[in-house]
């Protein structure tokens, strides 16, 4: 089951409690230079999960979501959550992984 674009808020934003947003997945795969095709072959779920998730379109599936966070995190990025666990922000941490462009 995904969410529809009628489920995010107004800033097209879904309130996902300890979870990914679209914008930090966005940015988090921006800042680690890969692709959208990249994430989706690291998270080995369909491009179009990733497409339509950082366009606010849906939400993934809960094992495609925790799949395209994984992939991330093993990029070295981190997901930054306020005290209530909402999602804020990304980090990476000094002692994080070089970058790879293609999974290998």
Known sequence: MSTKKDDLDKNGSCDLFGLMSPEQCRAA????GWSQQDLAKR???GLSTVKDFETGLRKPIANNLNALQKALEAGGMRLVQDK???PVGIEKPADAPKNQREPG
Not at 29 to 32: D, E, H, K, N, T
């Open 29 to 32: 795969r921006a800042w680690l």
């Open 43 to 45: 998270a080995s779920v």
């Open 84 to 86: 209530d666990g909402h």
